[in-house]
């Protein structure tokens, strides 16, 4: 090989590890770029709504909750941690509707005691009515405001045949529990919900079921049963699947949230259920007794049934009826006339 193509490549060898020390040195020399932590939000916590509160709604622990805010954002009607006590706005009414999210101002709840704080818990187009309860009757002290109940009738049926009809039927169903005696909170000590028992109950029902409730009181007892939070998802589902809960097309997010909050709170007065003590004991009854009407009308059918002439000729009185044949009888028509001859 030519002495000359032997320098040419040495140098260039020679270049080419230079060159890859260099880059290897560059490489590793290089600092690795440093994660820079977003800066963390500035600014006081208010207290928000963790879910949608139509007007109505008892604010209770799970429903709302302290969230970061902007310094400049905040107004002097928030509730600000530090400064305002969230144990004193439970129980408290949402006066105006409030979206998830959205922070709570002082004028849009109502405390109890206030004036139209009963008024402000009812929903458009509902009363309020109160029912007697005792420890027996009102699940021994285990329902608070805000809960959902049906109402039982307990009831006896008296009259002339036998023993009465003792029966139960469930009249109303989803029923929200407004205050128990004049309280509409629940409280709490050492984070554990006290039970107390109570004598009155309110209730938010509509106009027609106010009426039915004032007439059931009449009638015999009213019993609280208490229902499973999941049975309103449960009953909101069968309403749907029947057609009585129709959401429309071009319903947006919150109309539809709005249609099926409203489908669920429904007091419901249809499909009754009951039980008779003939269901509980064999040793019961299990049909409505006969009453005195009932005895008088089976007395008249039996005297009307035994006398065997034409039903155009019993004048109504016993003591001017012809006697019945005691023998084999014959219809004999003459024209338009038919009598009964006995055959001897």
């Known amino acids: 090989m030519d002495r000359r193509k032997i320098i040419l490549l040495v140098v260039a060898l020679v270049v080419a590890v230079g060159c890859a020390l260099m880059v290897r040195s560059l490489i590793a020399g290089a600092a690795a770029p440093e994660a820079e932590a977003a800066p963390e939000p500035q ?5 928000v709504a963790q879910r949608a509160l139509p007007v109505g709604t008892i604010i209770t622990a799970d429903s709302i909750g302290y969230q970061l805010w902007p310094q400049e954002m905040v107004r002097d009607a928030y509730f600000i941690d530090g400064e305002a006590d969230m144990g004193l706005l439970l129980g408290t009414v949402v006066r105006h509707p409030i979206t998830a999210g959205e922070p709570l101002t002082q004028g849009a709840l109502v405390a109890p005691g206030d004036r139209g704080f009963l008024a402000a818990a009812l929903g458009p187009g509902m009363r309020a009515v109160t029912i007697p309860v005792s420890a027996k009757t009102g699940v021994a002290g285990f329902v608070f405001p805000g809960d959902r109940v049906d109402l039982v009738l307990t009831q006896t049926v008296k009259g002339e045949d036998g023993p009465p009809l003792q029966a139960s039927e469930t009249v109303l169903r989803n029923i929200r529990v407004l205050a128990t005696d ?12 006290v039970v107390r028992a109570f004598k009155t109950v309110t209730l938010e029902v509509t106009p027609k079921i106010a009426e039915k409730v004032a007439v059931a009181q009449t009638i015999g007892t009213l019993s609280l049963s208490l229902r499973s939070i999941a049975d309103n998802q449960a009953e909101l589902e069968r309403a749907i699947a029947a057609g009585d809960v129709v959401v429309p097309d071009d319903a947006t997010k ?9 489908a669920m709170s429904r007091p419901i007065d249809t499909r009754s259920t009951y039980v008779t003590g003939g269901d509980v004991s064999r040793f019961q009854r299990a049909s409505l007794p006969r009453t005195r009407e009932d005895v008088a009308k089976q007395i008249v059918n039996e005297v009307v049934s035994s006398y065997a002439g034409p039903p155009s000729s019993y004048s109504g009185s016993t003591s001017s009826a012809p006697a019945a044949p005691q023998g084999p009888v014959v219809r004999v028509t003459r024209g338009k006339s038919t009598s009964v001859v006995e055959v001897d």
């Open 43 to 47: 600014g006081p916590k208010v207290l």
């Open 182 to 193: 004049q309280s509409t909170t629940q409280e709490t000590i050492d984070g554990k919900t």
């Open 254 to 262: 919150e109309e539809e949230e709005q249609i099926l909050r409203a």
